[in-house]
Nanobody, 125 residues
Framework: QVQLVESGGGLVQAGGSLRLSCAASVRTFSDYTMGWFRQAPGNEREFVAAITANGGRTDYATSVRVRFTISRDNAKKSVYLQMNSLTPEDTAVYYC??????????????????WGQGTQVTVSS
């Protein structure tokens, strides 16, 4: 069983930055690929970024590729999402998720076994 708790969301002006964190309660964090997804009101949940268990591979949605950076610290059992140059279109609830298929990234939410409760990110214009 994996429990995930996101933090770091909030209100920021367009052009600003936020850093999201996700802390995992799990015996072996390095057994999991980690991903970030987001869901805006009225929209489906969408992929943002993912990182393999050892951090050797990352993957990003096209809309965030040059602005967001995913990273992880296996010793701290945490994954991070650094978000720069935020726009109002980035407003959403952001979720972290864990995928037991540690060897590859996935942009498909159905591949992820565990989910956090989410943290709200609001970008004002």
């Amino acid at each position: 069983q994996v429990q995930l708790v996101e933090s770091g969301g909030g209100l920021v002006q367009a052009g600003g930055s936020l850093r999201l964190s996700c802390a995992a309660s799990v015996r072996t964090f390095s057994d999991y690929t980690m991903g970030w997804f987001r869901q805006a009101p009225g929209n489906e949940r969408e992929f943002v970024a993912a990182i393999t268990a050892n951090g050797g591979r990352t993957d990003y949605a096209t809309s965030v590729r040059v602005r967001f950076t995913i990273s992880r610290d296996n010793a701290k059992k945490s994954v991070y999402l650094q978000m720069n140059s935020l726009t109002p279109e980035d407003t959403a609830v952001y979720y972290c998720a864990a995928d037991s298929r540690w060897y590859r990234t996935s942009d498909y939410s159905g591949h992820y076994d565990y989910w956090g409760q989410g943290t709200q990110v609001t970008v004002s214009s």
